[in-house]
């Protein structure tokens, strides 16, 4: 049976329920979070924190650790390496998305969602694997310095130390401002710009004085997103030979003179200052201003025409930026393909041969992936949908702090969690095996790793959720366990679904959290055997042709997430009439 409530009784902002006090299955639900919480983020990253400012051996709390960091000059041309490499990461996205994102949302251009859509795909590809990929085209060898030698006898140092990691990192990470950006442009009220046009302002003093200060939510959004995930990147540098960073240090710390070295747990904690100090940051920038406006894209203003001229010199900009982007992507499947590519522009020939090589003898790479990432995908759902619930439908005491613990694993780098489970679990044996070298421990990294990505995701389905939905259930003599089964759960499976593709899709080609974890090649997911076969120059192809099944694996996952929540949006649209309770009674 259904019953149907009358459209006034749905709310956009979706007001939190009328709860009592929180009842003993609530607290229960809420207690195996905070264990898991615990287990897998705050106790690995507390004994991080721990190790770092205790003494070897006495245990007892000191500093000396970081004296000894502070007086390492390794460790401290490392600290500057990352942070100019974070910063110049984001100066050169920010390069590549600004364009896209004013040509594609300010102008009437005829391809933009296309443009929009080619801009998304570097985020699908794993950095270190796009940075194999553009040493094929930009390196000392590589296409573009063979053809500019050739032709004008100059060489371009594109991948040469820090400037290749900046490089990679830049077309890897820039989407995120791209899509922030491009939101923020979109949904600012048009009438601003038209009184501001009436007032003489026009051009680029139109766009540096009102739009993209009204857009800088956005902006900084993405920006910081960028800054953060360059102290996470911990493959890439180290593919490219580049170790006078934090978080190869902390790596190689830590496989060189084992978990028993504090400076690793040092490096670790700095790193995570780094992070949380960027996020904290662009917070505060955002402090004390207001960019609300009063209508959301309004204000009768059209897109405006390009000219001829301009028509031309926007998709010359345009065409450019993307053939830079794009690159790693057209070079990793003529590296799969290739029989020989080395000092030549494009390759000698052409085979499938790395294929049948990775389909052969690596196709368990591909297994255990699948594993992991479903069995993470499905923690991450249920924990996301339950810390949803409970923050947004109780008054659990203490309840935002479990949205905030959940949160806070953005902030803390891949190589960080690696170095705290290996530290915690260690240890601890299980039938005579250590913890940490059981593949259950790799699910548990990248559960946490990837929880915020589904927790958003069910938290976004749930807000869009009237109260009153529930509250009639309830009147009709559901239970509150019952309501939640068959109400609440099924209006926010779109949201769900789509938290689990987003968590499954990150979590196939996740390393930094994971490369320190695997004991052995039968335990080893897909992103460890791409950087296995990306060590050797003879493992390349083979190497490259597995990358493109990771890529096209997160590209279907990336596909059909769009489809979810498409498809969500379009059910609430015909639902706004009158949405039914499934199943509000038997």
């Known amino acids: 049976m259904t019953v149907a409530v009358p459209a006034s009784s749905t709310s956009v902002t979706a007001p939190r329920a009328r ?4 009842t003993p299955g609530q607290w229960a639900v809420a207690a195996a979070i905070v264990v898991f919480l615990a287990v897998a983020l705050v106790i ?18 000191t500093l000396v650790n970081f004296y000894d960091f502070a007086r390492t000059d390794l460790l401290v041309r490392s600290t500057w390496n990352s942070i100019i490499a974070a910063a110049m990461t984001v100066a ?23 443009v929009q859509t080619l801009g998304f795909l570097p985020l699908i590809m794993p950095p270190f694997v796009g940075a194999v990929a553009m040493q094929l085209v930009f390196g000392r060898s590589g296409t573009v310095n063979l053809l500019l030698g050739d032709w004008f006898d100059i060489e371009i140092p ?14 890897h990470y820039f989407p995120f401002i791209l899509l922030n950006l491009s939101t923020a442009l979109r949904t600012i009220d048009r009438s601003m710009e038209e009184a501001a046009q ?30 953060v995930k360059v102290f996470d990147d911990l493959a890439t540098p180290l593919l490219l030979n580049v170790k006078d960073m934090l978080a190869p240090q902390a790596y190689l710390r830590i496989t060189s003179i084992g978990i028993a070295d504090p400076m690793g747990y040092v490096i670790s904690v700095v790193l995570v200052l780094l992070s949380v100090s960027a996020i904290a940051l662009s917070m505060l920038a955002m402090r004390g201003r207001d960019y609300a406006t009063v209508q959301r894209g309004g204000g009768g203003l059209e897109k405006r025409r390009l000219r001829p001229l301009e028509h031309v010199v926007a998709w010359g900009v345009v065409l450019l930026i993307l053939v830079i982007v794009l690159a790693p992507h057209a070079a990793l499947l003529m590296l799969s393909l290739a029989t020989v590519w080395s000092y030549s522009p494009l390759p000698d020939g052409f085979t499938l041969a790395h294929y049948a090589r990775v389909f052969g003898e690596s196709s368990l790479y591909i297994t255990n992936t699948l594993l992991y990432a479903s069995l993470a995908g499905i923690i991450d759902v249920v924990l996301g949908a339950a810390i949803a619930y409970l923050v947004l439908r109780t008054k659990l005491p203490g309840r935002q702090w479990l949205d905030w613990i959940a949160m806070a694993a953005v902030a803390v780098p891949g190589v960080v969690i690696g170095i705290g489970y290996l530290r915690t679990f260690y240890g601890i044996d299980v039938g005579g095996v250590p913890l940490a070298t059981l593949w259950i421990v790799i699910v548990l990294a990248l559960a946490v790793r990837r929880l915020p990505y589904a927790l958003r995701a069910c938290y976004a389905a749930l807000q869009q959720v009237s109260v009153s939905l529930e509250e009639a259930a309830e009147n009709l003599g559901a239970t509150k366990a019952r309501t939640i089964r068959r109400v609440v759960v099924p209006l926010i499976s ?7 593709i987003s968590s499954f899709a990150t979590a196939s080609v996740e390393l930094a959290a994971t490369l320190m974890l695997v004991q052995s090649n039968s335990d080893a997911p897909l992103a460890y055997g791409l950087y296995v ?15 493109v099944i990771a890529v096209v694996l997160v590209a279907v996952c990336t596909f059909l997430s769009h489809l979810v929540v498409e498809r969500q949006h379009r059910r609430q649209s015909r639902g706004a009439a009158g949405p039914a309770i499934p199943g509000a009674t038997g």
């Open 92 to 114: 050169l996205a920010t390069v590549l998305a600004l364009p896209l994102a004013v040509i594609t949302t300010r102008f009437d251009f005829r391809g933009a969602a296309l």
């Open 494 to 500: 779109g949201g769900m679904l789509a938290g689990f």
């Open 158 to 171: 594109f991948m040469e130390g820090l400037n290749g990691v900046v490089f990679v990192e830049g077309v």
């Open 19 to 22: 709860a009592a006090l929180a």
């Open 44 to 61: 690995p990253v507390g004994t991080v924190v721990w190790v770092a400012f205790t003494e070897k051996g006495t245990g007892a709390f």
């Open 533 to 547: 076969f990306m060590q050797s120059p003879a493992g390349r192809g083979p190497g490259a042709a597995l990358g």
């Open 198 to 227: 009436n007032l003489g302002s026009s051009g680029l003093r139109l766009f540096r004085r009102i739009v993209f200060p009204l857009a800088m939510p956005g902006y900084i959004a993405g920006a910081s997103l960028v800054f």
